[in-house]
């Protein structure tokens, strides 16, 4: 059972994840080497990219398990997304933020009214800013990249990425697919499927 999505998870979104977590680095160190716009803009656009294609490889977990499991995708980011929680922290909206980011990457925008963002310009790599965001979620300064709800809101991606990963491991699990032994780090934070009991429903 969802064999087609656990191959995915583990052979394309972990990797697309590593790729996008070494782009945000490599940002991170051009804004370091020369804070100026113009030296790390460059940086800040391939971080952009793998954000993109990660968002695109994690929501293309939904299509298969949809298809595994004979239902709808948005059935299963909803059966996700309270299944999205790290050191028992939930972190709302996550899935839908990455499902955005993944349409606005296709289609530009504007975004039907179901999404979170309007468009492709709601994703910047950007400075976080002071009190953007939950305490300890992402970098803690200069730029990386945010996505900026329809409410104004401003989320930072590397956030979103590990929560929502996190909440299709305990997905998958739960489902009955066997997954490997050990955990994977995605951002720097574990996301192995944790022990049901500890899931908590918070929020950041």
Known sequence: MLKNALNHLLTNVIPAAEDYARAETELSAAFDENADPSHWEMAGQHAKRRAAEVAL???GLAD???NDLG???DDARNAVAPLCVIDGTGRPGSVERVCA???AYKHSGPLRGKHPIASESD???AGAGF???GYGVGKRGGVEVLVTERDGTVRKFLGDVPWVIAGWFQFLAGQGAVLPPGE???CG???KAADPASIVNGSL
Do not use: E, F, K, S
Request: charged content about 15%; proline content about 4%.
């Open 57 to 59: 490889a994690i929501d």
């Open 64 to 66: 298969r398990a949809a």
């Open 71 to 73: 239902i709808a995708p």
């Open 101 to 103: 980011v993944a349409n």
């Open 123 to 125: 994703i910047l790599a």
């Open 131 to 133: 009190g953007i965001d």
């Open 184 to 186: 994977h780090r995605v």
């Open 189 to 191: 934070l574990c996301v």
